[in-house]
């Protein structure tokens, strides 16, 4: 049984479906044509708000790409020291800012706070030009470690780096996920909070590959398209990015597939907390759990087929011995019934 | 009637289909999915030859990225100065190597050759460490200008090449094209002719978005997957490339898409060369063709609704008159004559 | 005899003076001393304008981060074919600004004209995102092959140039040996003929290592301390380039060696033409004299220990047997006359 | 009275008396010339080995060049939080590398330990190519915090680093004052310990601007030469900084002006150590202090003329209220034995 990712998950039928639709015709490359326009627009309905949407096929050109028009190449980006810009993109901001420096910080859950990146910023004072200057501040909502920023805590943090004339970005690789759990409007849980530029994640959740750089303050984008060909990540058959968006906002696809693995990571959550020996790292906010199982359990499980990551960070605390299971929008009841039984029978 | 390119067309069924059934299964991400080996396997037999094989979803990625692993960033590649890396890719090449040179030569027909070449390498001496050393040379199949270069002046380029030390990339965004025209084989039009790196579209003749990274060295290939991620170009559900590539490869698919395109642009050169007035810039070897219409004629086709592209470059002699129509996989004997018929109403 | 380069001439004694008499006291390191700040200013007088002045120690240095705060990382700047930028900077200019594109244009004499800029941009017209946008133009005064542009050469290049929205830098490394042969004050030779950006040169003419990168329009420069420093060009100790500044521009020093450099070179100009064989591939209009001897005899000279290079590049059309001596600010008379008759005698 | 660093003194009189007379004569540029190779040389002798040695003008160009020849664009290199490269160069290694990671470490008294680079490399498992791979691990000695690495420590640091297939870069800007203060040979306290390359500077300890990229093993350094030109920091006049490296390794000119730069800063700290209310932060091993001053101290001695700089850094827990004062090879017993007056009386 696989929680390996919810990447590992295919696409939803919708998604599918949509392509199939956009295939009909002759029409211009490069985000020229109708559907792609009509769908960027969407995006200023979903956050009641004019933005500026670009389209590409992954969140690590997304998360590089927004970074590149928020700093200059000698600043540096005050980021989580779990975040996925900074563990898992092989240094891919590094690369699509020509250089700027990430700066990470520890936080519990996975989470920024405003009294942290205030000491970060009290240990940086400003020493132009020694010092590379600090001009911008990436966040991840829902987090990696499977957490929420509460609406208070996003404000927080964003009032603190724009009163620090920082920009915010949000990885929101699983935005969606983290909008289906909480009690707030896309647009409480960005914009309305302080964030600058989102990237609003498909792919985790049932896309094949679609990703959108949102910009809440269309001027910040003005040379964004040009980095964005440069960097290969204009496709020509722009349609088919752009059908993905379609059949995902429609009818609150994402919401739905989204509140589909969160309430099956919760019930994962639930059965799990039921087992002795089974420790939690983080609160399951979202469609992600960190825990360990007690000795040998996980190496049983994985002998028995089941597939889950080992979760190894430099904020970990325990040993080298978590594991996250992920649920995703094709996870069945089933599925985690017949995994919570199978390790309460290991770990009895 | 759209002739603007052939990325204006969608995708062929076949290849949609090819997504639907890889659809099926939680299965591992970033490539590590049996398909993705599988299909990544089926090069070496497409090739007769062990080759290291990547996936990605743009020219540009695909262009670039092989680029950053033929020559250091301080060195210097020789390309056609209409070449597609020199003209259209928004100094992407020289984002990805990090800064190395594009040098571009003059040629007819969009082609390199091996005394053009050779008189270029004249130029620039060996100078450490004044003068950037070259360390590749890129040339495009079918070229930019819609020709074909023949197994023997391949082989000349590449041995000019090698003979200086140079590595041979080879942009094969319509290599189909240019094998369905060649009477060759894909390995005699590339690592036998010399080639050492080939990227192998997909996208301009029937995929949505899939391009192949072709190393006849596994050798040379061996940071290129670092360098892929970095940029943002491994997708996660990498099986939706796999899949397009399965499809385009089974029953030669890809041939067949191509030849297609190939015969209608004969047709359509066949047709506009009876036209007084047409005239061509270059043989219309593969499918695009180059031509001047009859003063007025352009204007007139366009607001009829005719859709092609000016053709406008350093090495154009047409004063700004050129233009470009192309075929696709999609494009119909009905569509070309009627497109014939009009110019030649037009140009009475 | 050494006519190899006007850098194989070691400093001036003034230049030594200066570093001598700056060497007292503890004084604010990173440019913060009143020394500095003094030379600063002493650059405003020079060109009767208020400028921005950065001092670094090499011209690589001065052109590539000059041009980094002129285009951005995708953007193109067209230069000579022969420029020191193209040709002997091992792909600097890419290195300082993250990848631009340099696109070298040929011209008579290592001049770029009005109407060469003209044809080469009409070869590349806008087309954004595919295109990289061409931002500046650099141009080099005295050029590489030893030539002077006219100010109204001059002003019609930095004319075109504006007209198509262009930044214009000026490569100055012999930018003394310019005003020495022209009969026009530094103003008319840089911003009153449209420069916007100009290395001025120390190197070449008798200073140890000085170059100071001069902003005609103090805004351009806003972020360029943070470039400096990042590119390590920032020096701790940085009264001591002012110092060399200071004593070169005192009592027109700089003026003085230029002067007697040129003279020089029109000396041995005057010279050589006398012996029949020698062919000039250039006017002498500064330091720099681009000829082929008669056969054999650069052999000859080169084995009875006269030490000049010999000189090919892209646009040199003397088969490889061009050489290129040089006068410096230390050549004198005597050694100008005996090579002269050296020459003489070897191609008799 | 200036303790604010020692870039703030000149330079030493043999240095200057170096410049004077390496400008003798017509040689060739850029390293080719006899003095620069015999300088070259001398590394050998010193550190006892056969080294490849390159100059350059400026400590940060020396660490951001070494750097790039040692680990990929995409690689990551560990570093102490405090460090010059982290915290004092603008982005430059991120630069010079083409977008490398810096991973700030933190550790006791400015020292990377052994344990805490194990602890960290825990926590970053080998993850291709979702991690960039770490590559290289860089250290300072003597230390930004005035500390010095004993052999046994930095030999245990070398090890680990080793151990997990990373190379060993050293800060060396201050390498001078650290074998000053070491019971140990310069060998020993950089190849032998395991240090892969050195970044040997003169410029804090005497020299104008001279720095030297040592390699222990030649075959590291095959494309430095490359990385150095492109960088703008090949001198054309090299002569001029081999001259001052002639002079400072002459007569261990270097040990004895980093001697008593380090006798001063010990004079120092035992004249406040005597001070109630002055409290250190670090052990003064070299010739920096790191301290507290009573309340309202700093500001009168500010006011008074004394010249120190304040020490803010994201490890420094004195609450914005350290200083730094730095002694020179220029500082007097007179001017200590003052200032240390002045602190008594200031504080009484």
Redesign the interface.
Known sequence: M?F??D?????APEI?DA??R?????????GGDALTKAVEEKFSDLFERDCAVFF??????????ALSVMT?????VLCHEESHVQ??????P???????????IAGPNGKLTAAAVEK?L????DR??????IRALSLTQGTECGTLYSVDELSAVCATAHDAGLLVHMDGARFSNAVAAADATPAELSWKAGVDVLCFGG??NGC??AEAVVFFDPAMAK?F?????????????M??IAAQFDAYLDNNLWLGLASHANAMAQRLAEGLKEIEGVEFLYPTDINELFLTFPQGVATKLREGGD?FYPW?????RAG?RANRPIC?F?TTEEEVDAFVERVAKASA
């Open positions: 696989s390996a990712s990447n590992w998950a295919g696409a599918l392509l199939a956009a295939n009909d015709g002759a029409v211009p490359g490069y590409v096929a992954t969140g690590g050109a997304a998360n590089g790409l200059p190449p000698y600043g540096m563990m898992d993109e092989c240094a891919g590094e690369f699509f800012t020509g250089g700027a420096k990430l700066l990470p970060t009290a240990g940086f004072p132009p030009p020694h010092g590379a200057p792919t985790k094949i590959a040379d398209e040009f980095r964005r060909k440069r960097a290969g990540h204009l496709w020509s058959k349609r088919f597939v190894i960070t430099p904020g970990d080298g995703s094709r």
